[in-house]
């Protein structure tokens, strides 16, 4: 083999190596506060956390959160605009970064919140609407029009925030067979059987958990085991660890966002596991503006490790990148996304002093580019 052929395949190896350390950033937002034009798309390298504008999506109502449709060919985003809310439906070129608008269809449901989608259904929670709006998938990636509204009743103790029920979040569990609906107002967890083709019984009511009074459940994730789960509350500040099985949970520990003495106001917002498994985050808003740092222990318990300030206001949403060097918090007041070097070995965060300056973003979400 020449040396001249040997050079050119070390070459071409060195490339692609290369671009598997960048992946797409897409990023939702609020566009009512004048600072935003839509959906943006970064080029993002996971080696220096260097990024650049690909493509920004105008023209498109509060797409505050968004969700990648199967193969990462389209994108779901909600259109948060209280009675007249809708989801709409985008193709993806995930090389390009461009979007194409292909439909959108009421949520019938005010101010959708968070959206999912599979090859089959696409989801979303609706926050003042109490319910959870189920569309099919066309062929071509676009929304059917509603084939399921499910309605949440009741209501907590809060007078001022719980007099009925709000749907904050839908999520598949590991196995894809139920989805998880956290309700804000009614402070509790339902779990759904889902068939992917049921039509207009997509979702069937399968079991709920109460959640502490006036906790406010938020979001929810499953541990990479898929043995534990971990619900974030948006009004005390506090987290629900549950063990998981047979689509059972089980409450195994209460744990808290905020420090001790701490009596500022709360705003719990979102909640990852890094991709090795050790460490989870919490965001909390109110008077805080801070992640909190547990490390995960073999039997799923929590301990807290360290509080890190997000450097500006409002934490909304945050990610981990997939290799999981760096997390990214969007701050939807200060209009800013602040990028943080995570400590693998110990979870804590270091800023890197880089800032992506977007108007309010809402929802971070990496796809790799094809």
Known sequence: MSRLLIFSIILLSMQSCTQKKDYNLIVGTYTNTGKSEGIYVYDFNTATADFKVKHVEKNVLNPSYLALGAEDKTIYAVNEAAENSSASAFSFDASTGKLAFLNKQPTDGADPCYIIADKDNVLTANYSGGSISVFGIEKNGSLSSLKQLIKHSGKSIDTARQKGPHVHMVQFTPDHQHVVVDDLGTDKVYLYQYNSTGGSQTLTASDSVNITPGAGPRHIVFSNDSKHAYLVHEMDGGITVFSYESNKLQEIQKAKMTEEGFNGENGGADIHISPDGKFLYASNRGSENKI?????????????????STLGKGPRNFVIDPTGKYLLVGHQ??????????????????????????????????????
């Open 333 to 370: 007041y200060t209009n800013d996304i602040v990028i943080f070097e995570r400590n693998i070995e110990t979870g804590t965060l270091k800023d890197t002093g880089k800032r992506i300056e977007v108007g309010a973003p809402v929802c971070l979400v990496f796809a790799p580019i094809k």
């Open 292 to 308: 909190t740092i547990f490390a995960i222990g073999t039997d799923g318990k929590l301990t807290v490790k360290g509080y890190q």
